[in-house]
């Protein structure tokens, strides 16, 4: 009996075995389907489906870079013992590599299926649970940074010159990996105060409003109050506005100014992404 591709795929997507291994099954059946199932699940082919409904909650983060395009991954699996296997490892980073290789942005058939085949080798759940692209001009540079031997958080920055010839130089470059660094320790939210969704500022303001009058503090002086805590928010929330990672005293954007002064040229935080294993999206 031919076997056709579509028989193969639908075995596939049942059992989450390898497409070879189900084409294997399929035509040792002789093309009965039930038989088939029954074969991958004697040879343990059937990973991924006995596995679908256990959760990934743990996981590793993948960043690559090239030229004027990056890439954040997160892939996800149920051990921390399987985000530290090889494999799982090498799969997360080809598969950040295949996303700009064919320009993707989002996750599509081949991805899943890389997925799924890498399950059945590895014998646990596994998801791609999400990417983001990052583009850059000629006047930016990336610099990325995964956190400790575990992966768990990581992140990519672009840092911008106004004169490209000043991200040859070694103290740019060397901001430009300390604001990964610190992107990855603190989790901004926002670059700076001009990126805050107006609906979360109005928000904001009218929590901190509601605040300050429950203090019972007379009306003349509540708008004071209130931008006081909005100016302490935003240094919390927004990347430019944080304690850099290397010296907490001095802000993000006050460290870039410094660097420009001796750069002479306008060096400033353009853009970034941070993920964290498991963390709400």
């Known amino acids: 009996m031919a076997i056709t591709a579509a028989d193969v795929k639908k075995l596939r997507d049942k059992t989450g075995a390898g497409m070879m291994d189900c084409k294997n099954a399929l035509t040792e059946a002789n093309?009965?389907?039930?038989?088939?199932?029954?074969?991958?699940?004697e040879l343990g082919k059937a990973a991924?489906?006995?596995r679908s409904g256990r959760a990934t909650n743990e996981g590793r983060i993948f960043a690559q870079t090239r030229d004027n395009e990056g890439v954040l991954l997160e892939l996800a699996c149920e051990t921390d013992f399987v985000s530290r296997n090889e494999t799982f490892v090498e799969l997360g980073n080809s598969l950040a590599r295949d996303v700009l290789d064919r320009n993707l942005s989002a996750v599509?058939?081949?991805?899943e299926t890389r997925v799924k085949d890498t399950i059945s080798t590895i014998k646990e759940n596994m998801s791609l649970r999400r990417f983001e692209r990052i583009s850059k001009q000629d006047n930016e540079i990336f610099a990325?940074?995964?956190?400790?031997?575990?992966g768990r958080l990581g992140g990519i920055v672009k840092i911008q010159a106004e004169d490209p010839a000043a991200l040859e130089r070694q103290d740019v470059?060397?901001?430009?990996?300390?604001?990964?660094l610190h992107v990855v320790a603190f989790r901004?939210?926002?670059?700076?105060?001009?990126?805050?969704?107006?609906?979360?500022?109005?928000?904001?303001?009218?929590?901190?409003m509601q605040q300050a009058k429950n203090l019972g503090k007379p009306e003349k002086v509540l708008e004071g109050i209130v931008q006081g805590k909005l100016?302490?928010?935003?240094?919390?929330?927004?990347?430019?506005?944080q304690g850099f990672v290397k010296d907490e005293k001095k802000s993000v954007g006050a460290v870039a100014k410094e660097l420009s002064r001796e750069a002479g040229t306008t060096i400033t935080v353009s853009g970034f992404l941070v993920y964290a294993v498991g963390e709400e999206v």
């Open 173 to 180: 470059k060397d901001f430009a990996f300390d604001c990964a």
């Open 108 to 111: 599509d058939e081949q991805l």
């Open 231 to 241: 100016r302490k928010h935003m240094a919390e929330i927004c990347f430019v506005d």
């Open 188 to 208: 901004p939210l926002t670059l700076s105060e001009s990126t805050v969704d107006p609906a979360y500022m109005q928000e904001q303001k009218e929590i901190f």
């Open 31 to 41: 093309g009965d389907f039930a038989k088939a199932e029954r074969i991958l699940k």
């Open 48 to 50: 991924a489906a006995k």
């Open 144 to 150: 990325s940074y995964i956190h400790g031997d575990s």
